[in-house]
């Protein structure tokens, strides 16, 4: 008899399945509608925060992010909350200082954050120190990830092979991670990697292994069944209607597929169903951030140069801007040799910026002719070290005229940063002290000491930041109508 090993799900569609296809844009109220049905399901966890939600939710939805959790775990309060949390990077786009790290984390924790899934854009685990300190002080689950790349069309060659990779998980284990998560952002897995890469951790590995892939090339569903099939603890699956394209599988098809075997969810579809159904109601508000500019859901692109889309949108519109479209493929061709030189970095935030705008100045100026401070930073290892080492060369030119130094530091990268959270409680201390309101200043000292200030009242938000209601949209939707039927606008 087949011992049962349900497989666990976590499901993203509050934080990762609306960053993916609608520029993160979902509204906490949206949320508490289906919340206390969600909490019903039998999840593992819901990811429902991090990433890019705490910045959206300053600059474009004027609400405040720490209200997020603080709502939704009174409403889910048997399901584990988690998020996303980019390692000494925290939710914004550099290092920050140690003092900030540990403060983030335990707010976090107060609020309502259960399980804290950590990563660094550079797979070095010296960045995880503070933060996993912290959450292990708070008493929470420390997820501590590797971020999946690749120089070959698949798992192998010179930096990220299968070695890697286990010896990356070993090392993350031995720091205290209570569960691993392979974070595959670009959907670059294939089926069989992701069998031999689960089968091989599960064999040195104590503690539970997660997979987080996206939909983008269009083998994400097929990679995560033989992962299931392979031994994988969880999964990310996102309701049907914020599924695929660029964001994740979707979780109804993989539970009718599992059903009756050993690895049964034990979820139920009717209620997944409803759950769908709602969401289907309210996401007219958000179809402006829909991208409907290509009929196909998948990036057949990704499987041929790996650039992720989010990647390749900021490189076309930096050629937009320099009237050199037509310079597309040059660029193409010199992402990999960039990449290359600056020790193979992942292509995720904010390597991913660094190594596209430095691909796009390369075409355009000559090679590095001109050099972006991101780049110096980089090369000087203020984002940490890399995964393999930096063309000595291209680190002579690169630092030449760097005002830290030319020689590169290789220390973790937050030993040399001077604490911040005083100067942030500076900044707002003449309207509030709230820890909470004091960390949005650390993290965004423009955006976010602008939001605070439309919180207390002291300047108005732009009114384009109200949010817009299904009236709205059916009011749209019968101008529309009337103008395609040559009716006039109003009688």
């Given at each position: 008899?087949?011992?049962?090993?349900?497989?666990?799900?976590?499901?993203?569609?509050?934080?990762?399945?609306?960053?993916?296809?609608?520029?993160?844009?979902?509204?906490?109220?949206?949320?508490?509608?289906?919340?206390?049905?969600?909490?019903?399901?039998?999840?593992?966890?819901?990811?429902?925060?991090?990433?890019?939600?705490?910045?959206?939710?300053?600059?474009?939805?004027?609400?405040?992010?720490?209200?997020?959790?603080?709502?939704?775990?009174?409403?889910?309060?048997?399901?584990?909350?988690?998020?996303?949390?980019?390692?000494?990077?925290?939710?914004g786009y550099r290092h920050y200082a140690d003092d900030v790290v540990t403060a983030f984390v335990h707010h976090a924790a107060e609020v309502g954050i259960d399980i804290f899934r950590v990563f660094d854009a550079v797979n070095d685990e010296r960045n995880?120190?503070?933060?996993?300190?912290?959450?292990?002080?708070?008493?929470?689950?420390?997820?501590?990830?590797?971020?999946?790349?690749?120089?070959?069309?698949?798992?192998?060659?010179?930096?990220?092979?299968?070695?890697?990779?286990?010896?990356?998980?070993?090392?993350?284990?031995?720091?205290?991670?209570?569960?691993?998560?392979?974070?595959?952002?670009?959907?670059?897995?294939?089926?069989?990697?992701?069998?031999?890469?689960?089968?091989?951790?599960?064999?040195?590995?104590?503690?539970?292994?997660?997979?987080?892939?996206?939909?983008?090339?269009?083998?994400?569903?097929?990679?995560?069944?033989?992962?299931?099939?392979?031994?994988?603890?969880?999964?990310?699956?996102?309701?049907?209607?914020?599924?695929?394209?660029?964001?994740?599988?979707?979780?109804?098809?993989?539970?009718?597929?599992?059903?009756?075997?050993?690895?049964?969810?034990?979820?139920?579809?009717?209620?997944?169903?409803?759950?769908?159904?709602?969401?289907?109601?309210?996401?007219?508000?958000?179809?402006?951030?829909?991208?409907?500019?290509?009929?196909?859901?998948?990036?057949?692109?990704?499987?041929?140069?790996?650039?992720?889309?989010?990647?390749?949108?900021?490189?076309?519109?930096?050629?937009?801007?320099?009237?050199?479209?037509?310079?597309?493929?040059?660029?193409?061709?010199?992402?990999?040799?960039?990449?290359?030189?600056?020790?193979?970095?992942?292509?995720?935030?904010?390597?991913?910026?660094?190594?596209?705008?430095?691909?796009?100045?390369?075409?355009?100026?000559?090679?590095?002719?001109?050099?972006?401070?991101?780049?110096?930073?980089?090369?000087?290892?203020?984002?940490?070290?890399?995964?393999?080492?930096?063309?000595?060369?291209?680190?002579?030119?690169?630092?030449?005229?760097?005002?830290?130094?030319?020689?590169?530091?290789?220390?973790?990268?937050?030993?040399?940063?001077?604490?911040?959270?005083?100067?942030?409680?500076?900044?707002?201390?003449?309207?509030?002290?709230?820890?909470?309101?004091?960390?949005?200043?650390?993290?965004?000292?423009?955006?976010?000491?602008?939001?605070?200030?439309?919180?207390?009242?002291?300047?108005?938000?732009?009114?384009?930041?109200?949010?817009?209601?299904?009236?709205?949209?059916?009011?749209?939707?019968?101008?529309?109508?009337?103008?395609?039927?040559?009716?006039?606008?109003?009688?």
């Amino acid at each position: 008899m087949t011992t049962k090993n349900p497989l666990k799900i976590t499901d993203v569609t509050f934080r990762d399945g609306h960053q993916s296809i609608l520029a993160t844009r979902m509204r906490t109220e949206d949320m508490e509608s289906i919340a206390g049905e969600m909490n019903k399901a039998g999840f593992y966890s819901m990811e429902v925060w991090g990433g890019a939600t705490f910045d959206v939710s300053t600059r474009f939805l004027n609400e405040d992010p720490w209200h997020r959790p603080r709502i939704l775990k009174k409403l889910m309060p048997d399901t584990p909350l988690q998020m996303l949390l980019r390692g000494q990077n925290l939710v914004g786009y550099r290092h920050y200082a140690d003092d900030v790290v540990t403060a983030f984390v335990h707010h976090a924790a107060e609020v309502g954050i259960d399980i804290f899934r950590v990563f660094d854009a550079v797979n070095d685990e010296r960045n995880f120190e503070t933060a996993l300190r912290a959450i292990k002080d708070c008493g929470k689950h420390a997820q501590l990830s590797i971020c999946y790349s690749l120089t070959e069309r698949k798992m192998g060659g010179p930096v990220y092979n299968l070695k890697y990779y286990v010896n990356k998980a070993l090392i993350l284990q031995d720091m205290g991670a209570d569960s691993l998560c392979i974070k595959d952002m670009a959907g670059l897995i294939a089926p069989d990697d992701a069998y031999k890469l689960i089968k091989s951790l599960k064999k040195v590995l104590r503690i539970p292994v997660h997979l987080h892939t996206h939909y983008t090339s269009g083998m994400a569903s097929m990679s995560c069944l033989k992962a299931i099939e392979a031994g994988v603890d969880i999964i990310d699956t996102t309701l049907a209607p914020f599924a695929l394209r660029t964001s994740h599988p979707a979780v109804e098809p993989i539970v009718v597929a599992l059903q009756g075997t050993p690895r049964d969810t034990g979820l139920n579809l009717a209620h997944l169903f409803k759950l769908g159904q709602h969401i289907e109601s309210i996401a007219p508000k958000y179809r402006d951030f829909l991208n409907t500019t290509r009929t196909a859901v998948i990036d057949t692109g990704v499987l041929m140069h790996q650039v992720p889309g989010g990647m390749i949108s900021n490189l076309v519109a930096q050629l937009r801007e320099s009237n050199a479209l037509d310079r597309i493929d040059e660029v193409y061709q010199e992402i990999p040799r960039v990449r290359k030189e600056l020790g193979y970095p992942p292509l995720v935030t904010p390597t991913s910026q660094i190594v596209g705008v430095q691909a796009v100045q390369n075409v355009l100026v000559g090679r590095y002719k001109l050099i972006s401070r991101q780049v110096q930073d980089y090369v000087y290892g203020l984002y940490g070290k890399s995964p393999a080492p930096i063309d000595p060369e291209v680190q002579e030119i690169v630092l030449k005229h760097y005002p830290r130094g030319k020689t590169p530091i290789t220390c973790r990268a937050a030993d040399i940063l001077e604490p911040e959270l005083d100067k942030a409680r500076e900044a707002v201390k003449d309207f509030t002290q709230d820890i909470g309101d004091v960390l949005i200043a650390a993290l965004y000292p423009i955006t976010g000491l602008r939001f605070l200030k439309w919180k207390y009242g002291l300047e108005t938000p732009p009114p384009e930041l109200k949010p817009k209601t299904l009236d709205d949209i059916k009011r749209e939707d019968e101008l529309i109508a009337r103008v395609k039927a040559g009716k006039p606008i109003a009688d």
